[in-house]
């Protein structure tokens, strides 16, 4: 909470000892493959009987999302007991937390995540992952709802779609990307993502992976693309998520200005100077209320200038404010990579196995480093292009085609079991399918969204496989 209290100030010098000792902290001791976690979201929507979209499932009352989920916690209790019921004095937003140690949560607009446990390998957190969406779609779908997969709600507007996290955090969020544009109303409730989880490890191999999660990023947007709209100028872009948070705050998205620029190659300094940068998004009260911040307030005004209210931040002021930060790869004591859109089950191979063989086996991580350095400079311009043309940019196709045959190539030398074979040739036969003939899961949403949209809500659903075909 703020202070007036000169002793408990934060300073620039604490600001950064907290994020080398909490936020990018390597281990000596670390193996040099690490665990790995998945976060896939999805949209909840109501299906006509001829099998169109017929308006989002809401997350509260009769029928909605928190009633589908209580009653399959309650079939869970009874049973195996993998899903706990919220308890009965639980604050918003809503959480259920599983057996295992993963949860399911949502996003301001309703939009359910699934945040697996932290697993010894990426086939264990892809069984986890098909296992929950499994037992969710069968839930949703017997209520009439279907779970759907992409990028964006191409279904409805958003302003169809209100904010249904009844939390200070989100309300003050709400009200400071309102100030800011429109971008912050399509992020919060109108879009889905499929994040890698992945582990910082030793010294040395924590930089450089630190590095090349940021320089891969504009990639994992083509490549995993799957949110079409339509520009300004009428053509078309492949990612409306991205998009999005192009636009919503130059102060915590995209990349950090220091890898960009040059200016410094320390992560925790990197990371600090983004902190302080950032602009300040919600201030807490003693009494556990809070105000909302305003855009052009940024954290290192508040710790050099003061608050003429609040006073000055304290350490907690920092630590929270770390958690509203939303760069292209958020440091949290591991890498919680952000790109990859939501894609359908089938496909989560993909994200998965590319994203942990390219930064968890040197040989391929050595040779992707080498190849995108000298894109450093250009990060944000190959990030907007991504977003705008994707594949069909002739550079990043290049790129893609060069960096995720290493990728796949460092996946297969994994310790035997961290990836079964069927996950392999799943990845090996999306990049067959997409990435190498210079398309991407867009492509199709796009074609089945032009014949009708209860097509594309087909596709994003999964029961339209156009390009399920076996290599």
Known sequence: MPTKNPSEFVTHAAARQHVAANVFKTDSAAGRIGKIGLEPEGFAIRVCPKGGANGRLPLEGAGGVLETIDQLAAESSAS??????????????????????????????????????????????????????????????????????????????????????????????QSYFEKRGVGGRTMMRHTCSMQVNLDLGPPGVAEERWLLSNLVSPLVTATFASSPVREQDGEWAVSGRARAWQIIDETRAGFPSAILDGSSDDPVDQWTQAALSADVMILWKEDGSSTCGVPGFSFRDWIEKGHDEYGYPTLADFEYHLTTLFFEVRLRGFLEMRAPEAVKPRWRTAPSVLLAGLLYDDRARNSALEHLASKRSELQQLWERAAGAGLRDSELADLCNYVWPLALDGARRLPKGFFREEHLEGAARFLDCYTLKGRAPVNELFEAMERSPAEGLAWATGYLEPCAEKR
């Open 80 to 173: 195996s007991r993998w899903l706990s019921p919220r308890p009965v004095d639980q604050k918003p937003p809503p959480k259920f937390m599983m057996a295992n140690g993963g949860s399911l949560t949502f996003e301001p607009g309703g939009q359910i995540e699934h945040s697996t446990k932290v697993h010894a390998s990426g086939a264990l957190a892809l069984d986890d992952a098909a296992d929950v969406t499994g037992k969710l779609t069968k839930a949703f779908g017997a209520r009439g709802v279907a779970l759907a997969f992409s990028g964006l709600d191409l279904w409805h507007d958003v302003a169809d779609v209100p904010m249904q996290l009844n939390a200070p955090r989100y309300h003050c969020m």
